[in-house]
């Protein structure tokens, strides 16, 4: 019978971002409720004597992301009832994972943009999320686009709360028709057909995303982006183990995310260098493999993935870009894995080479 020692060691679990500010001291719920007295109500304590809150009430969830920010990020916020509402810890780790991929310098930096960083925030709902945590962490500029007036109004009055930042942050209204792809820009580029964008459920035909809301002329170090990552309602409301809200034009669309992911890709591939990182957060693992082969049909020279994991949540990061590498990245082996949810992974040129993952 074999050891013990011999059995194969586990990998490690994908963990917080280490600069994120909840990394070495998650939110002290008992403290909080004794600072905020509209959070006490949704604090109570369990059988071990922890406090928790009721992760299926939405005002519970609302009331702490409002105190988080106020409390850790001097940030003023709120939103009304039925809109996303986004887990600080969570978005954080997306913000930090972009200044990775932007401090790495794989890739050259804007010129045209000097020292500032300006960032895109594709569907920043109502509550304006990326953008506020964005500019209050590392003072970056954004602008956040959205369709719904809801949405645009509340991101707008979550912007104008904070003077400390409000400069830095554009909302931008989104024209709700589509757009169509310049068909020979976009084939040319693609060197395939049409059918090859095609996905399960049908390929994405809502309000445009990046091109017709990008203008003439405009540069960006990145885009962001927490999709719609189902393609029903239904679907949408499948876990009854959390109640975040989220309205259908925050949650769904045909094909799910998938669909919407790879509209990005195909705007992406007619924007090319407007932006130096294109980036995406994905729910479920399965799509990740159908999107990094999408990008090596359209020749993208770097691609990146991660993973985000808050509590029992695990989401994945999808990031990739047009322009050159400026230097050459030592493989998987040869680089000692410190953090291994954050590591910066492997780059593709010609071969696409894809850690595993």
């Given at each position: 019978?074999?050891?013990?020692?011999?059995?194969?060691?586990?990998?490690?679990?994908?963990?917080?971002?280490?600069?994120?500010?909840?990394?070495?001291?998650?939110?002290?719920?008992?403290?909080?409720?004794?600072?905020?007295?509209s959070f006490?109500?949704?604090?109570?304590?369990?059988?071990?004597?922890?406090p928790r809150?009721?992760?299926?009430?939405?005002?519970?969830?609302?009331?702490?992301?409002?105190?988080?920010?106020?409390?850790?990020?001097?940030?003023?916020?709120?939103?009304?009832?039925?809109?996303?509402?986004?887990?600080?810890?969570?978005?954080?780790?997306?913000?930090?994972?972009?200044?990775?991929?932007?401090?790495?310098?794989?890739?050259?930096?804007?010129?045209?943009?000097?020292?500032?960083?300006?960032?895109?925030?594709?569907?920043?709902?109502?509550?304006?999320?990326?953008?506020?945590?964005?500019?209050?962490l590392l003072?970056?500029?954004?602008?956040?686009?959205?369709?719904?007036?809801?949405?645009?109004?509340?991101?707008?009055?979550?912007?104008?709360?904070?003077?400390?930042?409000?400069?830095?942050?554009?909302?931008?209204?989104?024209?709700?028709?589509?757009?169509?792809?310049?068909?020979?820009?976009?084939?040319?580029?693609?060197?395939?057909?049409?059918?090859?964008?095609?996905?399960?459920?049908?390929?994405?035909?809502?309000?445009?995303?990046?091109?017709?809301?990008?203008?003439?002329?405009?540069?960006?170090?990145?885009?962001?982006?927490?999709?719609?990552?189902?393609?029903?309602?239904?679907?949408?409301?499948?876990?009854?183990?959390?109640?975040?809200?989220?309205?259908?034009?925050?949650?769904?669309?045909?094909?799910?995310?998938?669909?919407?992911?790879?509209?990005?890709?195909?705007?992406?591939?007619?924007?090319?260098?407007?932006?130096?990182?294109?980036?995406?957060?994905?729910?479920?693992?399965?799509?990740?493999?159908?999107?990094?082969?999408?990008?090596?049909?359209?020749?993208?020279?770097?691609?990146?993935?991660?993973?985000?994991?808050?509590?029992?949540?695990?989401?994945?990061?999808?990031?990739?870009?047009?322009?050159?590498?400026?230097?050459?990245?030592?493989?998987?082996?040869?680089?000692?894995?410190?953090?291994?949810?954050?590591?910066?992974?492997?780059?593709?040129?010609?071969?696409?080479?894809?850690?595993?993952?």
């Amino acid at each position: 019978m074999p050891s013990k020692n011999n059995k194969r060691k586990r990998p490690e679990r994908p963990t917080i971002h280490p600069r994120n500010k909840y990394a070495d001291s998650p939110p002290d719920f008992a403290l909080l409720a004794s600072l905020y007295p509209s959070f006490e109500p949704f604090v109570f304590y369990s059988r071990d004597g922890h406090p928790r809150i009721d992760w299926t009430d939405f005002n519970a969830t609302r009331e702490l992301t409002r105190v988080l920010l106020l409390h850790d990020h001097s940030l003023n916020w709120w939103i009304p009832d039925g809109q996303l509402c986004p887990t600080v810890p969570n978005r954080s780790n997306y913000i930090h994972w972009i200044e990775d991929l932007l401090s790495s310098e794989i890739i050259p930096k804007n010129q045209t943009l000097g020292d500032l960083v300006r960032g895109f925030d594709i569907g920043t709902g109502a509550n304006c999320i990326y953008p506020l945590l964005g500019s209050s962490l590392l003072g970056w500029s954004f602008v956040g686009s959205d369709i719904t007036d809801v949405a645009l109004e509340w991101a707008e009055r979550n912007v104008n709360k904070n003077p400390h930042v409000s400069q830095l942050i554009e909302i931008r209204k989104v024209t709700v028709h589509g757009v169509e792809l310049p068909a020979k820009e976009l084939s040319d580029a693609l060197a395939v057909d049409h059918e090859s964008s095609e996905v399960a459920g049908g390929r994405y035909c809502g309000p445009p995303i990046l091109l017709g809301v990008v203008r003439e002329g405009e540069k960006f170090d990145f885009c962001m982006c927490n999709p719609p990552f189902f393609e029903s309602t239904e679907e949408a409301g499948l876990n009854p183990k959390t109640s975040c809200g989220g309205t259908p034009e925050e949650m769904v669309c045909p094909g799910g995310e998938q669909a919407f992911i790879t509209r990005m890709i195909e705007d992406s591939v007619v924007l090319k260098e407007s932006f130096r990182w294109y980036t995406s957060m994905i729910g479920r693992k399965i799509n990740l493999k159908f999107l990094t082969s999408k990008l090596r049909d359209v020749g993208v020279t770097i691609v990146k993935t991660t993973e985000f994991v808050q509590g029992q949540t695990c989401r994945w990061g999808l990031a990739w870009s047009f322009l050159p590498p400026t230097k050459k990245i030592l493989p998987p082996a040869a680089v000692q894995r410190t953090n291994i949810s954050f590591m910066l992974e492997v780059w593709m040129t010609v071969a696409f080479y894809l850690w595993s993952f």
